[in-house]
C-alpha cells in the first residue's frame, strides 16, 4: 500500500498563476483532509469530505482556494490566483472512518514568487 | 478560537531526561485526543491515541478531563525522539491540530 499520494511534491511558481494540488487517498477511506501548514500557525484544516462530499470548508481561507472530489481516488486543492502568502506545504490525508486515526500523503511544498 | 494549544514551539531536552509536551484542548463534549509526529523528511504519523491507552516507543498521554490536558511524556528521551509533534482534537465533526513543538533531543 503506497499510503495517500500527493502530487506535486514540490511547486514553484509566480503569483497570480494557478496552482493545481492533486491527492490520491487510500483506497477504502471515505474521508479526506486537506491541510496547510505554515511555521506560524502549525497545522490548519482547509476542508475535509466524507464520501466525495464536502462537509466542512470553513478553513479555506478565501475564495481564491477551492477543492473538488469527483470520485473517491482522487481530490484537487486549487488556488487561482495564486499569491507569495499561499506558500505553505499542503498535506492532503484520508482515514476509513471519522473516528479513526487520519494517514498522511508527503505533501506538498509551494512556492509562491 | 484555538481548540488546542501547545505552548511550546521549540523544546529542547538532553538525551536520558524526561520530556513532556503539553498540549491542552477546548471542548466540552467527550474529546478524542491525539499525538501525531512528522520525523525529518517523513510523513506526519500517528504516535498514539488516548482510547487506546498505550505506551508507543516509550511515550504515553493521559487524558486529564479536568485540567482538559493530554501531554504527551516520555521518562528518558532518547536522540530518535527529535521530531515535530502535534496534538489534534477530534470533537466528532471537526479536526482540530494544534501548532506542534519542535523538540530536539541533544546528545
Known amino acids: 500500500d503506497a499510503g495517500v499520494i500527493q502530487s506535486p511534491r514540490h511547486e514553484v511558481t509566480e503569483m497570480g498563476q494557478e496552482v493545481t494540488l492533486r491527492c490520491k487517498p487510500i483506497?477504502?477511506?471515505?474521508?479526506l483532509f486537506w491541510y496547510r501548514q505554515t511555521m506560524m500557525r502549525g497545522l490548519e484544516l482547509l476542508i475535509y469530505?466524507?464520501?466525495?462530499?464536502?462537509?466542512?470548508d470553513s478553513g479555506m481561507p478565501e475564495d481564491r482556494f477551492s477543492a473538488k472530489m469527483p470520485n473517491a481516488s482522487f481530490s484537487t486543492l486549487k488556488i487561482q490566483p495564486s499569491e507569495p502568502r499561499d506558500s505553505a506545504v499542503y498535506f492532503c490525508?484520508?482515514?476509513?472512518?471519522?473516528?479513526?486515526?487520519?494517514?498522511f500523503g508527503d505533501g506538498t511544498r509551494l512556492s509562491i514568487l | 478560537a484555538q481548540r488546542v494549544t501547545q505552548p511550546e514551539k521549540l523544546l529542547s531536552v538532553f538525551k536520558g531526561a524526561p520530556v513532556e509536551l503539553k498540549c491542552n484542548y477546548s471542548y466540552s463534549g467527550s474529546p478524542e485526543l491525539f499525538w501525531y509526529v512528522q520525523y525529518s523528511r517523513q510523513r506526519l504519523q500517528l504516535l498514539l491515541r488516548?482510547?487506546s491507552r498505550e505506551s508507543i516507543k516509550g511515550f504515553t498521554a493521559d487524558l486529564n478531563k479536568g485540567e482538559t490536558s493530554f501531554h504527551l511524556k516520555k521518562p528518558f528521551a532518547q536522540e530518535e525522539d527529535s521530531a515535530m509533534y502535534y496534538c489534534?482534537?477530534?470533537?466528532?465533526?471537526?479536526?482540530?491540530f494544534g501548532t506542534g513543538t519542535s523538540l530536539t533531543v541533544i546528545p
Open positions: 488516548h482510547i
Open positions: 469530505f466524507n464520501n466525495n462530499v464536502p462537509i466542512d
Open positions: 489534534a482534537l477530534n470533537t466528532g465533526n471537526q479536526f482540530y
Open positions: 483506497s477504502g477511506h471515505n474521508s
Open positions: 490525508a484520508s482515514t476509513v472512518a471519522w473516528n479513526q486515526p487520519q494517514h
